[in-house]
């Protein structure tokens, strides 16, 4: 089957600690784009960052940062000094050519002050 | 630039009884989404619009559930007759063009099936 597994279900962490979660997918394809996508108490899932298949480069942006390694087919991402508006549900999220995005199944980051 | 609606915010109904969502992207947006969010789950597609034409619905239980999107514009979803395991968030969302644009969600609906 081609998952994306989130094996950390909830994550706490205190104030300006760094965190890091936990993204693995499955896929027999070659072309394939993977997400992020934050979903605050609100809701509203709002989109993180987006990366193919063919660029490995690791990407940051502020406090945010993705290590994408296809040797191990994963796809994690760190948010480094960890504020409280930080806490959320974190999907991590696969694109294949079939059009669908396919959701993990979340981690849930509490960030404690 | 104001984002994706949908209303109700939350419905509670019997099961067989019917139900509606309506969803109004982001103006200029070509693709509309529709996933259904499981409690303790990630969202599921059920279905995808471009313009007025479907995309992909190969996830959507069409027995009960149908959606249309008139214009392409709004949408709705609806489900007839709802059942227990329908319960969950109905997420709508919209994109510049395809799934490879970032996907704009709107704060969905909750509903309760009883």
């Known amino acids: 089957a081609q998952k994306v597994t989130q094996a950390q279900t909830e994550i706490s962490v205190v104030e300006k600690e760094d965190v890091t979660l936990d993204c693995v997918y499955e896929t027999r394809d070659t072309t394939y784009y993977l997400f992020w996508y934050k979903q605050p108490p609100s809701g509203e899932l709002v989109f993180l960052i987006r990366r193919n298949s063919f660029d490995e480069q690791n990407e940051i942006s502020g406090r945010y940062s993705w290590n994408f390694q296809k040797s191990t087919s994963s796809f994690n991402f760190t948010i480094t000094a960890s504020q409280v508006v930080d806490s959320a549900v974190y999907f991590c999220a696969r694109l294949t050519g079939a059009n669908n995005l396919f959701f993990g199944t979340g981690t849930r980051l509490t960030v404690i002050p | 630039e104001a984002g994706v609606a949908q209303s109700p915010r939350y419905k509670i109904i019997e099961k067989r009884q019917s139900v509606a969502f309506w969803c109004n992207p982001i103006s200029g947006h070509a693709t509309l989404y529709w996933y259904q969010q499981i409690l303790g789950q990630g969202p599921k597609l059920l279905i995808q619009f471009q313009n007025n034409g479907v995309v992909d619905d190969s996830q959507l239980p069409k027995d009960r559930f149908s959606a249309e999107r008139l214009k392409g514009v709004d949408s709705t979803l609806k489900i007839q007759p709802a059942k227990l395991e329908d319960s969950a968030v109905y997420l709508c969302?919209?994109?510049?063009?395809?799934?490879?644009?970032?996907?704009?969600f709107g704060p969905g609906t909750r509903l309760t099936v009883t």
């Open positions: 969302a919209s994109s510049l063009d395809s799934m490879l644009d970032e996907q704009y």
